[in-house]
C-alpha cells in the first residue's frame, strides 16, 4: 500500500516567488492534514480537511497561504509571496478517522528554503 | 488553545541504557497521546500511544506512561540500542482531532 506522497522533497525560492506543494494521502483516507516544522521548533499544525472541507484552518499563518483539495484526493498549498520566514519542512499527514481515532500517517516532508 | 512542552530537548544515552522523554500538557480536554519518530530524512512514524482510560501501555522495550492529574506523559525506552537514535515527537489530541506537538527531542545513543 502506497503511504502518504508529498512533492517537491526539497523547494528553493526566492523571496517573493510562489510556490505548490503537493500532498496525495493514502487511498481512502478522508482526513488530511498540514503541518510545518521550523528549524528546532515544533510540528506545527496548519490546517484539516476532511475530504475536501476545510475542518480547521486555525493555524494557517496569513493569507499569504492558500490550501485547497479539490475533489477530496489530492491536497495543494500554496504560498504566494514567499517571505523568508516561511522556510521549514512542510508535512502532509492523513487518517481514516480523525488524528484521535485512528493513526495519522506523514508524508516524507517538504523542505522549502526561501532564500 | 492546547500547549505540549516536551523535555529534554536533546539526550545521550549509552547503549543498553534507558531513555526516558517527558510532556506536559495544558488541555485537560485532550484524551489521546502519541509518540511519533522521525529518523534522519524520514517521516515521522508513530511507535506507540496511549488513551486517557489508560494508565500505561508497554510495547516490548518502549512505554508511555500517562498521570492526567498532573497533565504529563512519558515515553520509556529500555535497553535502548543505536537504531532509537532519532528525534521524537509527543502529541496530545483532543476533540478538534489535531495533533498539538512538542518541540521534540533528540536521541543519540552511544554504541
Known amino acids: 500500500e502506497a503511504g502518504v506522497t508529498q512533492f517537491p522533497s526539497h523547494s528553493v525560492i526566492e523571496k517573493g516567488q510562489t510556490v505548490t506543494l503537493r500532498c496525495d494521502p493514502i487511498s481512502g483516507h478522508d482526513n488530511l492534514y498540514w503541518y510545518r516544522r521550523v528549524m528546532g521548533k515544533e510540528i506545527k499544525f496548519l490546517l484539516h480537511f476532511v475530504k475536501e472541507s476545510k475542518q480547521d484552518e486555525s493555524g494557517m499563518p496569513n493569507n499569504r497561504f492558500l490550501a485547497e483539495r479539490t475533489g477530496g484526493t489530492y491536497s495543494t498549498l500554496k504560498v504566494q509571496p514567499a517571505e523568508l520566514e516561511d522556510s521549514g519542512v512542510y508535512f502532509c499527514?492523513?487518517?481514516?478517522?480523525?488524528?484521535?481515532?485512528?493513526?495519522?500517517?506523514f508524508g516524507q516532508g517538504t523542505r522549502l528554503t526561501v532564500v | 488553545g492546547e500547549n505540549v512542552e516536551q523535555h529534554p530537548s536533546t539526550l545521550s544515552v549509552q547503549e543498553g541504557d534507558s531513555a526516558v522523554i517527558k510532556c506536559t500538557y495544558s488541555d485537560s480536554a485532550s484524551n489521546y497521546f502519541p509518540w511519533y519518530k522521525q529518523e534522519l530524512g524520514k517521516r515521522p512514524q508513530l511507535i506507540i500511544d496511549i488513551r486517557s482510560n489508560v494508565g500505561e501501555k508497554k510495547d516490548q522495550r518502549i512505554a508511555v506512561t500517562l498521570n492526567k492529574t498532573a497533565k504529563h506523559f512519558s515515553l520509556h525506552i529500555t535497553e535502548t540500542q543505536p537504531e532509537d537514535s532519532a528525534v521524537y515527537f509527543c502529541?496530545?489530541?483532543?476533540?478538534?482531532?489535531?495533533?498539538?506537538f512538542g518541540t521534540g527531542t533528540l536521541l543519540a545513543v552511544q554504541p
Open positions: 502529541a496530545a489530541v483532543r476533540d478538534t482531532n489535531k495533533l498539538i
Open positions: 499527514a492523513s487518517s481514516l478517522q480523525g488524528a484521535k481515532g485512528t493513526e495519522a500517517f
